[in-house]
């Protein structure tokens, strides 16, 4: 097929990359594809929102395609730029930013936003909804300076941010209207279990309230109900339903009801616009879980590949709590009807329940509480629609109607199993996907699956049956269970791959690919990062570091922003500067337009808002090192101002700082490091949180390592106490090159002493022979660095990835 039609997709989220990912399988070649999407972030896993609210996951680690897969598949894509007309006449989309995009086929996949509630005081500061990345953020932040929330609504996302909530260490209510959690998916029995087990955890509940009114001058103070008790409150979070955004679609004169209305193959009331996902309503449904939307998104992919499909027939959908400790499993009709006979058995001591609803000899709907392993296995049998007439028990308590125990195996389920069954929901992976992976493209472990398909690669609630389907599939040539490895490409973890690194001599990320059998072999966005430090460490004289490897900011040595915009941070030694400096700055800044020029937590100036392009110049001009403010790396070293002025100063203070920053200054590590050094026991350079702080008492100087000022405070342990500079230096760059050396990849210092013990530390330093070994090893790679920002400056092909590329490089606005 040739390339001349053009794609354009409005939409940046799951159900629309999924379609434009199989197109591109399926017709590589049919289109030129642009991207707009209203969020400045590349194609992330919205539903494992909830994992990084909870503390289980970072951002970076729930984004599906960076910004690098666009680029490699040619597509022009427009984040932080929402389309906000259709000109269906002309077949035109206008941004908001003035971007026209022409196309001979649309897809609105536009998705859906939180539904607010239209009570007094909704539109006042705190409160949010719980959709996106930024009320995620929203919802970090507030929990730095405020102490209480409330969660309105009791169901499934609620109960979620709530869960977040309470990690974050807020006090959390939750609000609900009816009588007990989660009642559009569980009965009464699996509810009150499930608020038991929440409230053990320390959620707080408010059932049967509504919110009469938010109250506060500016931001929330407190909620009012009907009932005219109050809740006082920091921050209201409203989770109490989603409606689809069609707003665009209505004004470009599509058909709308509740979403825009599509046919079986997606197609809307006018040629040549289809509508996917969210934002879709198809036989009067606009469902809100991403396996329909995946589904919807295959059928509409193969009509635009011209491969032949089945028209999307509508979902049986199921529902699974994703949060910690607690295992909740929901599907089909789960109430009790005039026509419906259910089996159930409730066991309150282990916290278990489970019930099938029978109607005419067929399963209908299922709750599984306390034990989910069923869930899929129930799942299917709810969509098969098959006949269950005298094995009910046998299916729902593994025992046969006589007792026998004699009811259907793992396989026997697994083999009964529909080849389209959902198996993993996170990433709409089938029964199929898994079988053909195993079948055909050999892989015969949990891993291996895992890295081909990413099925249990998200929540992992799916494992049990993932495994279960490996046995069904693979038999007697399953692989070796293994650990976990450092990701889904291999078994291996962290000590044993440096091992193989060391021994046999590998050199490359590749070559280590290649000799260690990984599953992927282009690996991951995990290991490659991983893979390229480890080798870097081991062999600091030979290894060339690999860009391609680095996560964006580290590839273009600045932060990237949410508006798709840079920081420039330049190094400001032990954060003493001088006028001169900050006159070059400011000009620097004027120059450029720079938008915003703050003071950083580290002492250093933060020029926010760059042009990508415009990066190598500001650096030109600025001449001055970069402060490594995007990298895993040596972030700050901050001080007081020590004897030199202060009145309770002991030490010299700033002095030390320098001096340990320059030696520094262009260390890499397995994650930020940050250090400080006080002149006196008031510790005003907040040194105790920080993953090695100096603090200086009278006479000597006490080392503390370990702490951490962020998400987890943790307050550093003492490592020692030394009475001469040169000690300082000497168990500072030794303790630093032990943690680059022993650390997993992205686990900051706080992490990694938990892990190891402060013990296992001091044991291994206090042989003088094996520090100063390790101050060596660390000068030969701090010998061999450069400084990023001079690097590009000097080398004109470097300098060129800086120059925008017409329809690759995400629009900066």
């Known amino acids: 097929m040739s390339t001349t039609k053009k794609l354009v997709l409005v939409g940046n989220g799951m159900a629309g990359i999924r379609t434009i990912e199989h197109i591109l399988k399926l017709a590589p070649h049919a289109y030129e594809i642009t991207v707009f999407g209203a969020e400045p972030h590349p194609n992330y896993n919205r539903i494992m929102l909830s994992s990084v609210l909870a503390g289980g996951t970072s951002i970076e680690d729930i984004v599906i395609n960076e910004w690098s897969w666009y680029e490699d598949n040619g597509i022009r894509v427009y984040p932080g730029d929402p389309v906000i007309r259709i000109d269906a006449e002309r077949k035109e989309v206008v941004s908001q930013a003035g971007v026209r995009a022409s196309y001979d086929e649309l897809i609105l996949a536009t998705?859906?936003?939180?539904?607010?509630?239209?009570?007094?005081?909704?539109?006042?500061?705190?409160?949010?909804?719980?959709?996106?990345?930024?009320?995620?953020?929203?919802?970090?932040?507030?929990?730095?300076?405020?102490?209480?929330?409330?969660?309105?609504?009791g169901g499934l996302l609620g109960l979620e941010a709530a869960r977040g909530l309470l990690n974050l260490g807020m006090d959390v209510t939750v609000i609900h209207i009816n009588g007990h959690l989660m009642d559009r998916n569980l009965d009464l029995p699996a509810g009150l279990m499930l608020q038991r087990e929440l409230e053990e955890q320390g959620m707080k509940f408010l059932l049967k309230k509504h919110t009469e009114e938010i109250t506060g001058k500016h931001r929330v103070k407190s909620l009012r109900f009907t009932d005219q008790t109050v809740l006082e409150t920091d921050l209201v979070v409203m989770a109490v339903g989603i409606r689809p955004q069609v707003e665009l679609a209505r004004q470009a004169g599509l058909n709308v009801n509740r979403g825009v209305i599509v046919d079986d193959y997606m197609n809307t009331s006018i040629p040549g616009i289809s509508a996917v996902g969210e934002c879709a309503e198809h036989r009067g449904i606009a469902y809100g879980l991403v396996a329909p939307l995946y589904e919807q998104g295959m059928v509409l992919a193969k009509r635009l590949a011209g491969a032949a499909t089945e028209g999307y027939e509508g979902s049986v959908t199921s529902t699974k709590l994703k949060v910690s400790g607690v295992d909740v499993f929901s599907a089909g009709q789960f109430k009790d009807a005039a026509d419906t006979r259910s089996i159930r058995i409730q066991d309150d001591v282990d916290g278990v329940y489970k019930k099938m609803v029978l109607k005419d000899g067929q399963l209908i709907g299922a709750v599984l509480f306390g034990d989910t392993t069923d869930g899929a296995s129930l799942f299917s049998l709810i969509k098969s629609g098959e006949n269950i007439g005298g094995r009910e028990k046998e299916i729902l308590l593994g025992v046969s109607a006589g007792g026998s125990g004699s009811g259907p195996s793992a396989a026997e389920r697994m083999a009964a199993m529909p080849d389209d069954e959902i198996v993993c929901g996170c990433n709409g992976v089938t029964k199929a996907a898994i079988g053909d992976a195993v079948l055909n493209k050999g892989c015969n472990t949990l891993g291996a699956i895992k890295s081909c398909t990413k099925a249990s690669a998200s929540c992992g609630g799916c494992k049990p049956i993932v495994e279960s389907l490996l046995v069904h599939y693979a038999g007697d040539a399953i692989g070796e269970q293994v650990k976990e490895g450092i990701c889904g490409c291999t078994s291996y973890d962290r000590d044993e791959i440096v091992a193989q690194i060391k021994e046999m001599g590998l050199k490359t990320v590749k070559e280590v690919m290649n000799v260690l059998g990984w599953n992927e072999p282009e690996g991951c966005s995990k290991c490659r990062p991983s893979l390229n430090y480890y080798l870097g460490m081991i062999w600091p004289a030979e290894y060339e570091d690999e860009r391609v490897s680095k996560f964006t900011n580290e590839r273009y040595h600045a932060n990237i922003q949410k508006d798709g915009t840079y920081s420039v941070i330049p190094r400001i030694y032990g954060g003493v500067t001088s006028p001169a400096e900050l006159i070059k700055i400011a000009t620097v800044a004027e120059k450029y337009d720079v938008p915003m020029v703050k003071f950083t937590g580290g002492q250093r100036l933060d020029l926010l808002g760059v042009q990508k392009e415009n990066l190598p110049k500001i650096w030109e001009e600025l001449d001055m090192p970069s402060g490594f403010g995007y990298g895993k790396a040596l972030r700050t070293v901050k001080t007081c101002v020590g004897n030199t002025f202060c009145r309770f100063g002991t030490q010299d203070s700033i002095e030390m700082g320098i001096r340990l920053e320059k030696k520094l200054d262009k260390m890499v590590a397995p994650a930020k490091v940050k250090l400080a050094v006080s002149g006196c026991p008031r510790n005003c350079a907040e040194a105790t949180i920080k993953d090695l702080g100096v603090v200086a008492i009278d006479g000597a100087w006490e080392l503390h390592v370990g702490g951490n000022g962020g998400v987890k405070v943790r307050a550093a342990e003492l490592l020692c106490t030394v009475k001469t500079d040169a000690e300082v230096e000497e168990w500072t760059y030794a303790y630093l090159q032990y943690y680059r050396e022993n650390a997993r990849w992205n686990e900051r210092t706080a992490a990694w002493i938990e892990r190891v013990g402060l013990d296992h530390v001091k044991k291994a330093l206090e042989d003088r022979e094996e520090r100063l070994a390790l101050v060596e090893r660390l000068e030969l790679t701090l010998g061999r660095t450069v400084d990023p920002w001079k690097e590009i400056i000097e080398d004109e092909k470097l300098r060129k990835n800086f120059t925008p590329l017409a329809g690759t490089q995400p629009a900066a606005h």
């Open 111 to 153: 998705g859906s936003q939180a539904f607010i509630l239209p009570i007094p005081g909704a539109d006042k500061e705190g409160v949010i909804g719980f959709r996106d990345i930024k009320d995620c953020e929203t919802m970090m932040a507030a929990s730095h300076k405020y102490r209480k929330a409330a969660v309105i609504g």
